[in-house]
């Protein structure tokens, strides 16, 4: 039972345009959730976050949107650049509980 | 500070053989989870280790089994591998407390099942 999903397994865009990476969650106790880049050879590392009180956190050219209601969040990227090549990783939380659920990824390409 | 390290890279055994990998925390970190990730996956949480003590243990059979020592470092062991078990394990280290966002993961190791 996938209780996170990342239902594009792959994203191309144009450098300096915005990338849209989307995610939806069924468990509806979740109150954390994480975006995670990982590069090939390399762990995932942390990118950005937000709790389930939140509905936006941004951090640079990162933005993450929460929406409770429709159990669905998104990371934007502005503007992209070829670095953010990477596949991306949503990651959820549920209080009390030390396991991180993970999404499967979606591979991000962003063309110079 | 090295970071989380995992040792070793890759390793390829046959059906049924027993394997430990191995895992330094990040320095100052007190905490190191398990995460198994097949091809094309994200990572499955296969449990965390705190002072020295299973905390918490994800859908993973009693084949697998770990181990922390008193220097926070940790293994994972796997009994009996099957086909199934191919994959990247990762480690991931924390401190017991802070925030979510403080878990860092280590470069993981590929292991290879014939």
């Known amino acids: 039972d996938q209780q996170v999903k990342q239902n594009s397994p792959s994203l191309s865009v144009q450098e300096g345009r915005i990338s849209i990476l989307n995610c939806d969650y069924t468990n509806s106790m979740f109150d954390y959730f994480l975006w995670y880049k990982k590069y090939p050879a390399e762990g995932p590392t942390f990118l950005i976050s937000?709790?389930?009180?939140?509905d936006k956190n941004e951090d640079g050219r990162f933005t993450v949107f929460l929406n409770k209601s429709a159990k669905h969040l998104s990371l934007h990227i502005v503007p992209s650049q070829p670095g953010d090549s990477a596949v991306y990783f949503c990651?959820?939380?549920?209080?009390?509980?030390?396991?991180?659920?993970f999404g499967k990824g979606t591979k991000l390409t962003v063309n110079p | 500070d090295a970071g989380v390290t995992q040792s070793p890279t890759h390793l390829i055994k046959t059906r049924g053989q027993q394997v430990t990998l191995r895992c330094s925390p990040k320095s100052g970190h007190d905490t190191v989870s398990w995460y198994q990730q097949a091809l094309g996956q994200g990572p499955q949480f296969i449990f965390q280790?705190?002072?020295?003590?299973?905390?918490q243990r994800g859908n993973f059979p009693d084949r697998f089994s770990g181990h922390q020592f008193p220097n926070y470092s940790s293994e994972l062991n796997v009994n009996a591998l099957l086909l199934g078990d191919s994959a990247l394990y990762l480690c991931?280290?924390?401190?017991?407390?802070?925030?979510?966002?403080?878990?860092?993961f280590g470069p993981g190791t590929r292991l290879t099942v014939l």
């Open positions: 937000i709790s389930s009180i939140k």
């Open positions: 991931a280290s924390s401190l017991t407390g802070y925030s979510y966002n403080e878990q860092f």
């Open positions: 990651a959820a939380f549920q209080g009390g509980s030390e396991k991180l659920v």
């Open positions: 280790y705190y002072e020295e003590e299973e905390r």
